[in-house]
């Protein structure tokens, strides 16, 4: 039933490590985000994709990497964590093009140590 | 590009009053605003929108209303539960895409 659904829930890791975070969607959208909420709450996109093709690439460093297989998934790789990268991940997703409202995965917290 | 900003950062009311959040956009452009809702651990969830062709929209204790001129939009919340608790965002889209949030405002209903 979930509509947004990304793993792991919580990542916990070291320095220097590469790690990914999965994100899938069932509502049959075209268009996929990778959000960043920070200690504070604040909202940043860091990524969109619709029907796989990349269309927003935010000012994030190059260790990130969206990979989308398809359009009802769009996963983040992250290569050589570093403490800023602490921080939730959600991913969403939402219908080209209309005006519809974004729908939120219920987030990954990610903690680098 | 388009920023959006939002009033108060915080907001406490007591059970039973209302409570009003802000939210000013600087995009002529923008044309959909959605307000969401986050509860702790959980992702943002919708619980009112509404477009640039309406002034404003109500459903429940909720209501929002939209002033294109002015360019702010304001969230409504009557007969305030604690269950009302939680951060709320406003955010600014222009044709559906590119959504950018304002920082948020964390309500606490006290009973």
């Known amino acids: 039933d979930t509509a947004v659904s990304q793993t792991p829930k919580y990542l916990v890791t070291q320095m220097g490590n590469d790690k990914s975070i999965k994100c899938e969607q069932n509502?049959?959208?075209?268009?996929m985000y990778w959000y960043k909420q920070d200690s504070k709450k604040f909202l940043k996109i860091m990524f969109s994709y619709n029907n796989k093709e990349l269309i927003i690439n935010e000012t994030v460093p190059n260790r990130f990497s969206p990979k989308s297989p398809d359009k009802a998934h769009l996963n983040l790789h992250i290569n050589s964590l570093e403490l800023g990268d602490s921080a939730v991940y959600f991913c969403?997703?939402?219908?080209?093009?209309?005006?519809?409202?974004?729908?939120f995965g219920n987030g990954t917290r990610l903690t680098v140590t | 590009g388009e920023n959006v900003e939002q009033h108060p950062s915080t907001l406490s009311v007591q059970e039973g009053d209302s409570a009003v959040i802000k939210c000013t956009y600087s995009?002529?452009?923008?044309?959909?605003f959605p307000w969401y809702k986050q509860e702790l651990g959980k992702g943002p969830q919708l619980i009112i929108d509404i477009r640039s062709n309406v002034g404003e929209k109500k459903d429940q204790r909720i209501a929002v209303t939209l002033n294109k001129t002015a360019k702010h939009f304001s969230l409504h919340i009557t007969e305030t539960q604690p269950e009302d608790s939680a951060v709320y965002f406003c955010a600014a889209s222009s044709r559906g895409q590119n959504f950018v949030f304002g920082p948020g405002t964390r309500l606490s209903v006290l009973p």
């Open positions: 969403a997703s939402s219908p080209q093009g209309v005006d519809s409202p974004l729908h």
């Open positions: 995009d002529s452009a923008s044309n959909y």
């Open positions: 509502l049959g959208h075209d268009t």
